[in-house]
Nanobody, 122 residues
């Protein structure tokens, strides 16, 4: 059973914006905080942001907090990640993940999407 399925990767020009989705199974969506992490070659995974299972609270990494929005649609069991003013250094594989503990540490999360490549061209 796939708990989390992310929308396809994107190729966007620097300065542009993106909106990607993470669809969760009903059991995974309910009462689970949904977070995004990213991986770049030769670096550990970086926390991007998280939304609480109630949808009332979000937090973001300092590097993206002024340009990012994470939201959730309970009717669709889907979480969205939006980012604007994209930069080349935002290029990475991004993963959505679900867990009962809201954290910026990847180890706290139980379920992971397949990961998608976001490429920002300069």
């Amino acid at each position: 059973q796939e708990h989390l399925v992310e929308s396809g990767g994107v190729l966007v020009q620097a300065g542009g914006s993106l909106r990607l989705s993470c669809a969760a199974s009903v059991g995974t969506f309910s009462r689970h905080n949904i977070a995004w992490f990213r991986e770049v070659p030769a670096k550990d995974g970086d926390f991007v942001g998280v939304i609480s299972w109630t949808g009332t609270s979000t937090s973001y990494a300092d590097s993206v907090k002024d340009r990012s929005t994470i939201s959730r649609d309970s009717a669709k069991n889907t979480v969205y990640r939006e980012m604007s003013s994209l930069k080349a250094e935002n290029t990475a594989v991004y993963y959505c993940t679900a867990g009962t503990v809201r954290s910026n540490c990847a180890i706290q999360y139980n379920y992971w999407g397949q990961g998608t490549q976001d490429t920002i061209s300069s």
